[in-house]
């Protein structure tokens, strides 16, 4: 198995040693800019030459989208398009190409023109995804969403711009509620994220504090955006998420019977 890593043509100054099941990457640079870039290119070096071999893309593939899950602790069945964005993970293939293009170039400079390319094409490929669509009318332009500097996502963010969490609408597709209905505004009002989010009756006074908070009427194209704008926001969306979702999950329990 080593034999490939082993043949890789690595940067100057960059070696590889194997042992065991572990390999390291030993740089010798004079920065740790340089250090850095070096990492980089050497750790997407396997990639890029496996991409001859569908298997060991699919499989590296499988990985990143596995750590995007985590990494916006998400449920399972949410979306790959929806998990990247919510990590702010780049496609792995992406990733490669970049890899490549600051090689070839052998300067650092390379590496802001290749990023900015990749989250073009991201951008393109986001628009006409027909996954995750929920996800993409909160988070409709990804440069604003992926330079943002206040806060990560968390458990009750990512329920909230994935749509897969504790709504009827969910729950039901999943086999796990007999109705998609709202229980407080009526028949035929589906209870899924936006009508949690925007409509429901139940969660006026949430509404209230964050827009009061914020001082934004909240929607699908404010929310996300007001989120971006400081940390007093993102910490008030944060706070107006959390106490929805644990209010769903609430419910949900005392429909099944179960200690809340
Ligand atoms: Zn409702």
Redesign the pocket.
């Known amino acids: 198995m080593y034999d490939g890593v082993l043949r890789l043509p690595m940067p100057a100054n960059v070696h590889v040693t194997g042992f065991a099941d572990d390999v390291a990457i030993t740089i010798v640079a004079k920065t740790i800019a340089e250090v850095e870039d070096m990492a980089n290119t050497a750790y997407f070096m396997p990639p890029r030459y496996g991409l001859k071999t569908p298997s060991y893309m699919s499989g590296v593939a499988r990985t990143h989208r596995l750590c995007a899950t985590r990494i916006s602790c998400a449920f399972r069945t949410i979306s790959e398009e929806a998990a990247l964005v919510m990590a702010d993970l780049v496609l792995v293939q992406e990733l490669v190409r970049e890899a490549a293009e600051v090689l070839d170039q052998s300067r650092r400079e390379a590496r802001r023109p290749a990023r900015e390319g990749s989250i073009s094409r991201w951008q393109e490929r986001w628009d006409s995804s027909t996954s995750g669509c929920w996800t993409h009318a909160l988070i409709t332009v990804l440069s604003p969403w992926l330079e943002r500097r206040h806060g990560q996502v968390d458990f009750y963010l990512t329920q909230i711009q994935s749509g897969h969490g504790c709504f009827r609408s969910y729950l039901k597709k999943y086999g796990h509620d007999t109705s998609d209905g709202?229980p407080?505004?009526g028949s035929g009002?589906e209870?899924d994220a936006r009508?949690?989010l925007f409509?429901?009756?139940?969660f006026v006074e949430d509404r209230a504090a964050l827009e009061s908070g914020t001082g934004v009427s909240t929607s699908p194209s404010t929310l996300v955006q007001t989120m971006l704008r400081g940390q007093m926001e993102r910490d008030a969306t944060a706070k107006f998420t959390a106490s929805v979702m644990r209010k769903l999950r609430i419910a949900e329990r005392e429909r099944r019977g179960l200690d809340t």
Do not use: A, T
Not at 199 to 202: I, L, N, S
């Open positions: 709202c407080s505004c009002i209870e009508h949690v409509e429901c009756v139940r």
